[in-house]
């Protein structure tokens, strides 16, 4: 199983953007579609966006972010990003990323926090 690492929270006023950053451990990082999920304090993990293998052409995303965040891939770097524009209060959570379907092996995630 590919493991993550995560980076690239912090606090932030609502309104305000972040970028997350999701670094694979092994270089087969290419043939996997990658998906963003998070879990905020009391609430079930949910899905936030995905994007397709090889070149990324294809992107999902949740109803809740859609419009406001952007998923995107570089493959050379074995890294998904997450661009998070217009946050709100309620996107409060730990971000992780997986492949998509996820594995079992999630990693640490990174902490996103928005203040209203």
């Known amino acids: 199983q590919v493991q993550m690492v995560e980076s690239g929270g912090g606090l932030v006023q609502a309104g305000g953007s972040l970028r997350l950053s999701c670094t694979a451990s092994e270089n087969t990082f290419s043939r996997y579609p990658m998906g963003w999920f998070r879990q905020a304090p009391g609430k079930e993990r949910e899905f936030v966006a995905s994007?397709?293998?090889?070149?990324?052409?294809?992107?999902y995303y949740a109803d809740s972010v859609k419009g406001r965040f952007t998923i995107s891939r570089d493959n050379a770097e074995n890294t998904a990003y997450l661009q998070m524009n217009s946050l709100k209060p309620e996107d409060t959570a730990v971000y992780y990323c997986n492949t998509n379907p996820p594995t079992t092996r999630w990693g640490q995630g990174t902490q996103v926090t928005v203040s209203s």
């Open positions: 994007i397709s293998d090889g070149d990324g052409v294809n992107t």
